[in-house]
């Protein structure tokens, strides 16, 4: 079975780490989001690849989800000791070599995917693990700012790490992302995919900056696999982080239903039957996993043309997420029998 993966960070490797226990021998592919990466200290860092080569790989920390596990931070504290920031973004010594390996291959002429393709050499994550694009996207954030009070745009990383997602967002822009073109592989590997998934990573700033890539929702939308995604959110709220904070600065209600019905109906889109409004992106979704305690949102989602089940989507640990993985693989099946 070959199975692609739409993800972003901490909730995309963490399901993978499930999905790959449920499926053992299948040829997983990851098409990650690189809307998060930002330029530090000369470095090229990478939140979310780093996040699924170290999860996958054994190397993660933990408890936080993100880093190396058994970090030490000589390095930052040497930084602040020139005074040299930024001191809200923390990356440990161990953390530094993935960046500065990134950094010199990019400078000798590397597209990511070659560097990303090097660095999971030695940590062996299990998946085939492709950056979204090989260009250069930023998601940014419109917010009022905190001191001035006047408006402006921040890095997405500025906006969740130093303020917490503390302040409103008013916009949420894919910078580049409309001139970016997918990364070597990440068409074919929807196109030729049996299963699409997608986990319960951010709708908006992981998997809906992967969507922004020209040419990739156009792969989902025309894939003969079924497309079928999880919900990150559960019971009004969200499962990790802040995610309600962006949905609310597109209009999303936090709700598994609102977000399903964000991703749209890929059913209608083919069909031409319900179809949406011409400004607004053709949907991606065939099967939809709400959480147990969401079952009401089930007649909703199934209303608006996508199969919906309701199973226990809390990724307490490995066997859980795999259950979860199964429920999943089990519903594309389901939409594929129709």
């Known amino acids: 079975m070959r199975i692609t993966v739409l993800a972003g960070g901490i909730g995309g490797a963490r399901f993978l780490r499930g999905l790959k226990a449920a499926a053992p021998d299948a040829e997983i592919t990851v098409v990650g989001n690189t809307g998060d990466d930002i330029h530090l200290f000369g470095l090229k860092v990478c939140p979310d690849l780093d996040t699924l080569m170290y999860t996958l790989g054994g190397g993660i920390h933990e408890e936080q989800g993100w880093g190396r596990a058994e970090e030490t931070w000589s390095v930052k504290g040497e930084l602040a000791a020139y005074g040299v920031g930024p001191s809200w973004f923390g990356l440990g010594d161990k953390d530094f070599a993935t960046h500065i ?72 822009v894919p910078v580049g992302a409309d001139g970016a073109k997918p990364g070597p592989g990440v068409v074919e590997a929807i196109r030729e995919a049996d299963v699409v998934l997608l986990p319960p990573s951010n709708p908006i700033v992981s998997v809906g900056t992967i969507l922004a890539v020209p040419g990739v ?112 693989l089990a519903l594309a099946e389901e939409v594929r029998a129709k």
Request: aromatic fraction near 4%.
């Open 101 to 172: 390996v990134r950094t010199q291959m990019l400078a000798a002429g590397y597209p990511l995917s070659a560097v990303t393709e090097a660095l999971c050499d030695r940590w062996q994550p299990g998946v085939r693990l492709l950056p979204m694009t090989d260009d250069r996207v930023e998601t940014h954030v419109v917010i009022d700012d905190p001191d001035s009070g006047e408006r402006r745009a921040v890095h997405f990383q500025e906006y969740w790490v130093k303020l917490h997602a503390a302040v409103d967002a008013h916009a949420i």
């Open 217 to 328: 929702r156009e792969a989902v939308v025309a894939t003969t696999a079924p497309v079928v995604g999880l919900s990150p959110i559960i019971g009004g709220a969200p499962v990790r982080g802040m995610a309600d904070k962006v949905l609310e600065a597109v209009g999303v209600e936090t709700s598994a239903a609102a977000v399903a019905l964000h991703y749209g109906a890929r059913a209608a889109d083919r069909s031409g039957a319900g179809r949406a409004p011409a400004e607004r992106p053709a949907g991606v979704l065939d099967g939809w996993l709400v959480d147990s305690s969401d079952a009401a949102a089930v007649p909703a989602v199934e209303a608006a043309g996508i199969s919906c089940r309701a199973v226990p989507l809390w990724m307490t640990d490995t066997e859980a997420t795999a259950a979860m993985a199964r429920a999943a």
